[in-house]
């Protein structure tokens, strides 16, 4: 078997030799900067060196657009020493910080009122704008024909646009004293995406859709299950409809924090996978799967024992073992790493678990 079928064959309980070697966060050939600076050249190697399979995060996606078009510059605000202040070329207004482990948060939104939505969504939000695909679209639907790693049609969360356009507290506000916008914000972004990927799917074979949302925190869900499911439920079901017509398994979401019960809602709606499952929220993947057996997983264990010594990576190296005979598991660490992690922490990690995925067999079912 390859990457691509392994991959898909592993998150919906089909038979298959093993589960792919994937690094889940990170990116192509993802360092922390002084890695680079323990170990120079690094940065350009280290998917290599540790023999990550599938590109990227294990799955790929295009380079296809499905933010925003036709935006206009970015305006620096403010430029310090310590953070950079800019108006992105849709009205957001972002810092970013020049050091720490959390870079980057948003602290002004355009989508404020139906009046907002009305005008950003006739300038920004057109499924058929040419520079939506790139220019080499011809050359790479050629390699996506002949690959072996999963790939990706791409959503930006039904409740993820949103928050992203309006913040999290006036979304939350918004839910009750404007709920016609949401509804529309909701509606619209996910028309719009569908529109995309059926001029995507007339010419390349997709495995998965992944969804970003990150509604979570540590204690939980941001919205409510009767809101998830008089918002939300229907755009998810429009993807499910979308997935089963075009033979797609996989219907993926991202969200940090404590998702346990989200999965109830989203399972309903025609999810199957979640991740990362933060295990320092508070989430539990043998937990999870008792509760909701046909449930895919990725991620799930501790990051954070990458800096507490060899012998806590072994412990979390005996749960991952188990995790992955339950079946539907994929392993990996439930975020990138933080600061406090050096490479030879990260590589020991990784090798180990490289050497638990090649010796363990899952569970079919």
């Keep these: 078997m390859n990457t691509r079928e392994r991959f898909v064959r592993t998150l919906t309980g089909k038979p298959v030799d093993r589960v792919p070697f994937m690094k889940i966060f990170g990116g192509d050939n993802a360092i922390l900067p002084q890695w680079e600076q323990e170990h120079p050249g690094i940065g350009a190697c280290i998917d290599e060196l540790l023999q990550f399979e599938g590109g990227y995060r294990g799955w790929r996606c295009t380079p296809v657009n499905m933010d925003p078009s036709q935006l206009g510059p970015d305006v620096v605000l403010e430029d310090s020493e310590t953070k950079l202040i800019r108006r992105r070329g849709d009205g957001t207004v972002d810092v970013l910080h020049k050091s720490g482990d959390y870079h980057q948060h948003d602290i002004d939104w355009p989508i404020k009122s139906v009046a907002d939505w009305r005008e950003y969504k006739a300038r920004h939000m057109q499924a ?145 996978t979640l991740y990362p499952y933060e295990v320092q929220s508070g989430n539990d993947v043998t937990r999870v799967r008792d509760r909701f057996p046909a449930v895919g997983c990725i991620g799930g264990l501790d990051k954070q024992v990458m800096a507490r010594g060899k012998a806590a990576i072994d412990r979390e190296m005996e749960r991952a073992r188990t995790l992955i005979e339950g079946g539907r598991f994929i392993p990996g660490p439930d975020h990138f790493v933080l600061s406090d992690v050096t490479f030879a922490s990260y590589r020991y990690f990784m090798e180990q678990l490289r050497e638990v995925v090649m010796a363990t067999t899952p569970r079919a079912g």
């Design 128 to 272: 058929d704008d040419p520079e939506r695909f790139p220019a080499n679209w011809p050359e790479l639907v050629e390699e996506y024909r002949n690959r072996d790693y999963p790939l990706q049609l791409t959503h930006r969360g039904v409740y993820g646009f949103c928050r992203n356009r309006m913040g999290d507290e006036n979304l939350a506000y918004a839910f009750y004293d404007q709920p016609e916008l949401v509804r529309d914000m909701m509606d619209h972004y996910t028309d719009m995406a569908l529109a995309i990927w059926e001029k995507m799917v007339a010419e390349v074979d997709f495995d998965l859709i992944e969804c970003w949302e990150d509604m979570a925190y540590r204690t939980g869900a941001l919205i409510s299950p009767k809101t998830f499911r008089e918002f939300m439920t229907p755009q998810y079901r429009k993807m499910a409809a979308f997935a089963r017509q075009h033979g797609i398994e996989v219907i993926l979401v991202d969200s940090d924090g404590y998702i346990e019960d989200l999965t109830e809602v989203m399972l309903e709606a025609g999810v199957t």
